[in-house]
């Protein structure tokens, strides 16, 4: 069951026609995108394909299926990006995305303490000039599929994740 004011349930309805960022990887139950207006490349959102406002209404399969991809994502993103960690993180709870999904974010080792933790989220929502473009997340999106079907899949220049720290990255 999908919602036609649910952003999610809208692309959810478009999903043979999504292009490779908003289709990174899905089964029955979850479909994986790159978070939009973002300045991290490889900032990921675990959506469930059905309509749900709340962690506690997951199916039995949904719930078992949910830690699986939340680590297997988080693998791919460190063998791709080489981030020092993975953060994941559920809310819900902006208008028009009260729909359940997980942010699993790419922490690069020098990116700035400001953005460290809850502060990761001051790079969502960003200036244009500032966001992933739609290409780069394309290619991300690539490179976790390799990963995720089992060949090694490294990207050719790490991205750059965020303002970087003194002395970092």
């Known amino acids: ?51 749900v406002t709340a962690v506690h209404d997951l199916t039995d399969a949904e719930a078992s299926a949910l830690g699986v991809w939340q680590v297997k994502l988080s693998r791919a993103l460190r063998r791709t990006t080489g981030c020092a960690k993975t953060y994941v993180v559920q809310f819900a709870e902006a208008e028009g995305f009260t729909h359940v999904h997980f942010h699993i974010v790419p922490r690069m080792a020098g990116l700035q303490p400001a953005h460290r933790g809850p502060g990761v989220f001051e790079l969502l929502r960003r200036p244009e000039h500032e966001r992933v473009k739609d290409e780069q997340a394309d290619r991300v999106a690539h490179s976790l599929r390799l990963h995720l079907d089992g060949r090694p899949a490294v990207m050719a220049t790490p991205p750059r994740v965020g303002p970087v720290a003194e002395g970092g990255e």
Request: hydrophobic share 35%; with cysteine.
């Open 1 to 51: 069951m999908t919602t036609p004011d649910c952003y999610t349930c809208s692309k959810e309805a478009q999903f043979d026609d999504l292009p490779p960022r908003e289709c990174v990887a899905y089964d029955q139950h979850w479909r994986v995108a790159h978070a939009i207006d973002t300045a991290v490349p490889g900032w990921l959102v675990l959506l469930p394909r059905r309509h």
